[in-house]
């Protein structure tokens, strides 16, 4: 085509009459999920000012009955102690539909339930009190197939979700101002909690927890949680990232965790654990824990810096043992924590016990040890090879009490520390000369080598 072809093109384009413009709604009803119903068509009206509890459970019985999803177009929709059907489908436009809870009892709670999916909501608990029955702004109890799924969930007084006997997902969700936690699974199975936003809640960011140790198998990935507060007080019970209780299976990866008032992660008597590649900031307690009675842990790749301890894997006493400790990076740890410490005190790198490797962990500037491997008479079989400390008051500190078990110690590199590289300990008190430069020193359970300290 010549330029004058080109340009008598485009004046016969420019001389075509326009089309009608396309209208909002026409936009928004294209937008609609296909062969949903739309609310407002059946009566619920957006930005009115009375409650519409009624009209919208009649709306959703009747897509129940039909296996069809709702719509909600942008607004405000007030409504209360909505007790959701078997089979619960209702989809918004991300930012602009906005589910208020209007008082007095319960918001959304579905109960033996086949399906209950949120998505692209706003759910505003507006701070206002919730039932004592009930134990979140968005509950479910038994559902076998959960998703809450873009939405933003904000102002509960307590739990912002709360979950019992749940499978399912609940990911890329925005939550906070939670007077609870953020989000919180009991007796959950197979359930997927990632690449949520959690912030600004008072006693817990995400909780996965059993009535009984058993197997739970959730995910926990990619989630950004930040500043969570211990409201409820005690001494770690509350305020952590990342809480799991008696649930067994459970897998922690890939998250950013920050400002927490006790540990970015704690899992109590959890089973199998794994805690891999998370990035922990400025925790007020031990960043990364696994404690009490519990089988297998794996705590590995991840960055803590900041905090009163480390990384501690605790409580042979109470059955915990058996893990690994590896290619973790800990720095700038603090002797000051949120409640007056118990011996040995705050400033430890990393804290095993019974049954466990630690290799290759980077530790820097850890006031009092960098690596401490049991506590009297509760150390047996640990090894400890590869790793590196810088600046610490000890860098690693051993129990020699009687009864101790095994451990190894060897191939370590430890530069600056204050009171020697390597020292045995009884209880609080150092029992022995620097290890690192004059061997076992006679305490024939420990084996001491080819370690080099400056």
Known sequence: MNRRHFLAALSGIAALPLTTPVRASSLLQSADMRGSINAVDLGFRPDAFDDQSKIFERILNTAADNNQPVFLPPGVYMVSNLKLPRRVRINGVSGATRIVYGGEGH??????????????????????????????????????????????????????????????????????????????????????????????????????????????????????????????????????????????NVQISNNVIADCAFSAIRSNSGNNVQILGNNCARSGETAIYSEFAFEGAVISNNVVQGAANGISVANFNEGGRLSVVNGNLIRDLSIRGPYPAEAPGFGIGIHVEAETAVTSNVIENAPLFGINIGWGEFMRNVTATGNVIRNAGEGIAVTVVDGAGSAVISDNVIQGTKKGAIMGHKWVDIASGDMALHGNQGFENLTVERNRAS
Do not use: M, P
């Open 107 to 248: 918001l959304l709670v579905a109960e033996d339930a086949e399906i209950l999916e949120l998505s692209n909501l706003v759910i505003d608990g507006q701070n206002r009190g919730l039932g004592e029955y009930t134990s979140g702004l968005v509950e479910g109890r038994r559902v076998q197939h959960c998703v809450i799924d873009s939405c933003e969930i904000i102002g509960s007084s307590k739990n912002a979700v709360s979950l019992e006997h749940v499978s399912g997902r609940v990911e890329r969700n925005r939550i906070s101002g939670a007077n609870d936690s953020g989000i919180y699974s009991v007796e959950g199975s197979g359930l997927s909690l990632s690449d949520n936003v959690v912030n600004d809640c008072a006693n817990g960011g995400i909780l996965v927890h059993r009535w009984q140790a058993a197997e739970d198998g959730t995910i926990i990935s990619g989630n950004r949680i930040s500043r969570i507060s211990a409201a409820n007080g005690g001494t770690g019970q509350f305020g952590n990232g990342i809480n799991v209780f008696r649930a067994g």
